[in-house]
T-cell receptor, first 117, second 116 residues
Framework: GAVVSQHPSRVICKSGTSVKIECRSL??????MFWYRQFPKQSLMLMAT?????????EQGVEKDKFLINHASLTLSTLTVTSAHPEDSSFYIC?????????????FGNGTRLTVT | AQTVTQSQPEMSVQEAETVTLSCTYD???????LFWYKQPPSRQMILVIR??????QNATENRFSVNFQKAAKSFSLKISDSQLGDTAMYFC?????????????FGKGTKLSVKP
């Protein structure tokens, strides 16, 4: 079973509202988590790297004020889509590495389907 | 910057037969990792196989094997004895060696359909 839990799996919200997505590592601590976005029939694009206890690192072109990331503990990172618009509708996936080196397994959450109406 | 290219948007194969999915990449790095991930309709990303660039031997995992050609920057996935459960999107991915801890660069994916 998945060792990274992502919640909710689906969410529908109205334009202008904010939505929070949670990513939890189960049975391991993750100082770093990753947030990806996947458009329909497209690849996963890294949005940001979430660092426990410090600011997230955003990829070029990703608005940090729109996609707020908080990594308050070693097992939880949250992504908040603020003032959501229909173009924010997408599939969001988080991942976390169980261990500190390149050989450590990288686990993905089951993703969150966000629909903004 | 690194790029990953999967030139086959869709492929199909008959059950029990063999299929090869193509992947090429571009990088100036000498040490890196390559992966194939499977994404079934459940959308869960599942690691199929990984290859360290410094290893010349091609990685194998049961029915899955790769043909890693470092000079050509090619990393194809061969699925033998295809099963219905292999139906999924397959993504090729690249990761730099050391320090990135999971910053994967994905190709656009190949949708594989296994037909009975």
């Amino acid at each position: 079973g998945a060792v990274v839990s992502q919640h909710p799996s689906r969410v529908i919200c109205k334009s202008g509202t904010s939505v929070k997505i949670e990513c939890r590592s189960l049975d391991f601590q993750a100082t770093t988590m990753f947030w990806y976005r996947q458009f329909p029939k497209q690849s996963l694009m890294l949005m940001a790297t979430s660092n426990e206890g410090s600011k997230a690192t955003y990829e070029q072109g990703v608005e940090k004020d729109k996609f707020l990331i908080n990594h308050a503990s070693l097992t939880l990172s949250t992504l908040t889509v603020t003032s959501a618009h229909p173009e924010d509708s997408s599939f969001y996936i988080c991942s976390a590495r169980d261990g500190g080196d390149d050989n450590s397994p990288l686990h993905f959450g089951n993703g969150t389907r966000l629909t903004v109406t | 910057a690194q790029t990953v290219t999967q030139s086959q948007p869709e492929m199909s194969v008959q059950e029990a037969e063999t299929v090869t999915l193509s992947c090429t990449y571009d990088t100036s790095e000498s040490n890196y990792y390559l992966f194939w991930y499977k994404q079934p309709p459940s959308r869960q990303m599942i690691l199929v196989i990984r290859q360290e660039a410094y290893k010349q031997q091609n990685a194998t995992e049961n029915r899955f094997s790769v043909n890693f050609q470092k000079a050509a920057k090619s990393f194809s996935l061969k699925i033998s004895d295809s099963q219905l459960g292999d139906t999924a999107m397959y993504f090729c991915a690249f990761m730099k060696y050391g320090g990135s801890q999971g910053n994967l660069i994905f190709g656009k994916g190949t949708k594989l359909s296994v037909k009975p």
